[in-house]
Every structure is written in C-alpha cells, then in structure tokens.
C-alpha cells in the first residue's frame, strides 16, 4: 500500500505525537516506522497499525495508485545468465530504457505493457542486493568536511 508519509508527519505533529509514542501504540521500530514513512509502501497490517496509532483511518493515509500496478519483480533461475525483470516505477523503467539504448546485446526490453509496466531481459550480474552504509551523524560530519576541504 502506498502511505502519505507527509500527511501522518502532520498529523503527528497536529497531536503533539512523537515517533517514540507512534511507535510504542503501533509495536514497530522506530527505523522500520522512519523507512514505512519516508517510502511510502507498507502492509495492510502495518498501515492499519499506523492509522490507528496517529488517530485516523487507513483511506486518510493512504496515496491513490495511479496506474493500478505497484509491483516490481525480478525473476532468475539458479546459475542463469540472464534475469527477467518488470518494473512498473518510472526511475527503474527509465534506467531500463537507457540500458537498452545503451547496451542491446545485453538489455532487451522484452513488452511495455497496457497497465504502463515494462518487461526486460538483463544480465543476472547486474542484480545487487546492497544496503546503505549506516553512518552516525559524526561520521556523517566528517565526510562533509572532507568534502569541503577538497
């Protein structure tokens, strides 16, 4: 489900609710709670938890789908070379198109589809799982001086 994060910031802020107390009513960490915000996509279940929490109904929460799709999928057998991938977000679609634009013999664009989806063919190299580094705002201060010294 697609959340307004903006509209439950301002409800909390409305209700004086801190995101300790938001949390602690719905029983979610408070990173699980800042990232279901700040992306916009939780569960049924998490997006009730939340409504309630903040003191309104899920439909006030919730952003309307445009296009009727919100899945993003990327499908491979074992030690293939190749992924089929569908992506109905339009920064993933776009980075397809230019891929295929860039790079044919490796980035095929297999179907875009009615529902404004797009099915490609990519190598299975190109697929990575990597997390943000997790950084403490003084680390996060000295990276900015670095930078600034430069």
């Given at each position: 489900?697609?959340?307004?994060?903006?509209?439950?910031?301002?409800?909390?802020?409305?209700?004086?609710?801190?995101?300790?107390?938001?949390?602690?009513?719905?029983?979610?960490?408070?990173?699980?709670?800042?990232?279901?915000?700040?992306?916009?996509?939780?569960?049924?279940?998490?997006?009730?938890?939340?409504?309630?929490?903040?003191?309104?109904?899920v439909g006030?929460?919730?952003?309307?789908?445009?296009?009727?799709?919100?899945?993003?999928?990327?499908?491979?057998v074992k030690?293939?070379?190749?992924?089929?991938?569908?992506?109905?977000?339009?920064?993933?679609?776009?980075?397809?198109?230019?891929?295929?634009?860039?790079?044919?013999?490796?980035?095929?664009?297999?179907?875009?589809?009615?529902?404004?989806?797009?099915?490609?063919?990519?190598?299975?190299?190109?697929?990575?799982?990597?997390?943000?580094?997790?950084?403490?705002?003084?680390?996060?201060?000295?990276?900015?001086?670095?930078?600034?010294?430069?």
């Amino acid at each position: 489900m697609r959340l307004n994060g903006k509209r439950i910031v301002e409800v909390m802020e409305e209700k004086s609710l801190t995101e300790e107390t938001v949390c602690s009513r719905m029983g979610l960490y408070q990173k699980s709670f800042q990232w279901i915000v700040k992306d916009g996509f939780a569960s049924e279940d998490a997006a009730e938890r939340i409504a309630d929490a903040v003191g309104l109904t899920v439909g006030e929460i919730l952003l309307p789908e445009i296009t009727g799709n919100v899945e993003n999928v990327i499908e491979f057998v074992k030690d293939s070379e190749r992924a089929a991938v569908t992506f109905c977000q339009g920064r993933y679609k776009s980075r397809i198109k230019k891929l295929a634009a860039e790079r044919p013999e490796e980035c095929e664009i297999v179907a875009e589809n009615q529902d404004g989806s797009l099915c490609a063919h990519i190598p299975v190299a190109w697929i990575k799982i990597n997390p943000t580094k997790q950084l403490s705002e003084e680390q996060r201060r000295e990276i900015a001086e670095r930078f600034k010294r430069k």
